[in-house]
């Protein structure tokens, strides 16, 4: 060997050494960490035995996302599909067809079960499908993590610590309570488990036992999942009897701005202005009469929607407008084969940190105030439009490069 070559050699065995210790001494720190959490554990009313049982061992994923590591960049969430694709690519029909066509075998399988959801909370059957459609494709997709370390990793380097806490402790009483065990407790890298996606203390609100079996089984059970998820529907203000939303067609003049939650007046006033229903239905008095809100997820492109209270429901299951419209299709589609009856434009996305220059941008001038996130959500939208409208641009109320140049140019 060269002597070049030795001298590299060595650098890559001392680089090594020294990872190994830093890792070791961040180890440490997780270890102590954790140890440190016993008496709130204890006040949850986890005993020694499991809290040692469960927590000895443990060390931390330090491949997750979201994490803030020392002498490391910070990482940030992934890219989740329905807050950077377009929704033609995460409304892809193939994937809604199948899914409502397999829903509807479900339907028929679990029907005594579904009927007496309806009856007992008010929530379609065709909705609390559809969020198991979404969230674990009805239960064929495996959660890939182990749920009490990504919570326990969350807690200690992640970027919403406190909130991570929490569920770390109510993780470790859901072990100790025997309502599930650390082997079955697979989790998202955001630490959500179960068919239909509960963090720990989403579990020990909303989580109900159907089936009568003196467990409430939401990795198991597909009636107590599909209750569960009624239950937290209607505990964040579900309104029996109402639709999620109205596809419509806006008139010509349509000003996009007013596409935000704040923007509520009933449905008869939004089609007294022109909207309309796009396949001619009449709707009755009393949905007339229901507040609603516009909602245009490609701006002034693709379908138009009147969305009301429960669309926002469904929203607090998953901060995304396309997760709802998703779960909102989805179950309409398993009681009707019609597709949307506008189609999606080919808009493209522009990336998160240009949104993010944006929403900078946007709240600087006093024409946004709501999270710089990158994501392009309904208030979002709406600031663009106003930004459109003050700038001279045309108003679609969509992030294109035409808004980036502008603002680029205006700084």
């Known amino acids: 060997m060269s002597f070049k070559a030795k001298i590299t050699a060595v650098a890559i065995v001392l680089q090594a050494i020294a990872m190994h210790g830093v890792a070791a001494a961040s180890d440490a720190g997780f270890t102590a960490f954790?140890?440190?959490?016993w008496p709130e554990a204890q006040a949850e009313g986890v005993s020694r035995a499991s809290f040692d049982a469960e927590t000895r061992g443990l060390e931390p994923d330090y491949k997750l996302?979201?994490?803030?590591?020392?002498?490391r960049p910070a990482t940030g969430a992934p890219s989740q599909a329905e807050f950077v694709q377009v929704p033609a690519d995460y409304l892809k029909e193939a994937s809604i067809a199948r899914?409502?066509?397999?829903?509807?075998?479900?339907?028929?399988?679990?029907?005594?079960?579904?009927t007496g959801i309806e009856q007992r909370f008010g929530v379609p059957a065709p909705i609390v499908l559809a969020i198991w459609g979404r969230e674990t494709d009805f239960g064929r997709y495996?959660?890939?993590y182990d749920g009490l370390r990504v919570l326990a990793t969350q807690a200690y380097v992640g970027r919403r610590k406190e909130q991570y806490r929490t569920e770390f402790i109510l993780a470790l009483k859901l072990i100790n309570d025997g309502e599930v065990t650390r082997k079955d407790m697979r989790a998202s890298w955001a630490g959500a488990t179960g068919l239909t996606q509960f963090l720990p203390s989403e579990f020990y609100k909303h989580a109900v036992d159907f089936d009568g079996d003196g467990r409430k089984d939401?990795?198991?059970?597909?009636?107590?999942?599909?209750?569960?998820?009624?239950?937290q529907l209607v505990n964040k203000g579900w309104q029996p009897g109402l639709r999620w939303a109205y596809e419509v067609r806006p008139p010509a003049n349509v000003d996009c701005t007013m596409g935000v939650p704040e923007v509520t007046k009933p449905i008869g006033e939004w089609l007294h202005d022109g909207f309309t229903p796009v396949r001619g239905q009449k709707l009755s008095a009393a949905e007339q009469a229901q507040p609603a809100s516009l909602l245009q997820p490609e701006g002034i492109y693709g379908p138009a929607f009147l969305s009301t209270r429960n669309y926002f429901v469904i929203k607090e299951y998953n901060f995304s407008d396309l997760y709802v419209l998703f779960v909102g299709h989805l179950s309409d589609r398993m009681v009707s084969p019609q597709a949307f009856a506008t189609p999606w434009s080919a808009s493209t996305q522009l990336r998160t940190a240009d949104v993010e220059a944006m929403q900078r941008h946007l709240t600087r001038i006093g024409l946004y105030a709501d999270k710089v996130d990158g994501k392009a959500g309904m208030k979002t939208r709406a600031a663009l439009g106003a930004y459109q409208k003050k700038a001279g641009l045309k108003v679609d109320c969509w992030p294109s490069e035409a808004v980036l140049r502008s603002i680029a140019a205006a700084r």
């Open 65 to 71: 996302p979201d994490l803030i590591l020392p002498g």
């Open 142 to 144: 495996t959660l890939p």
């Open 34 to 37: 954790i140890a440190s959490l």
């Open 99 to 114: 899914l409502a066509e397999e829903g509807q075998r479900l339907m028929a399988k679990y029907r005594p079960a579904l």
């Open 218 to 231: 939401i990795w198991h059970s597909v009636p107590d999942a599909l209750a569960s998820a009624a239950q």
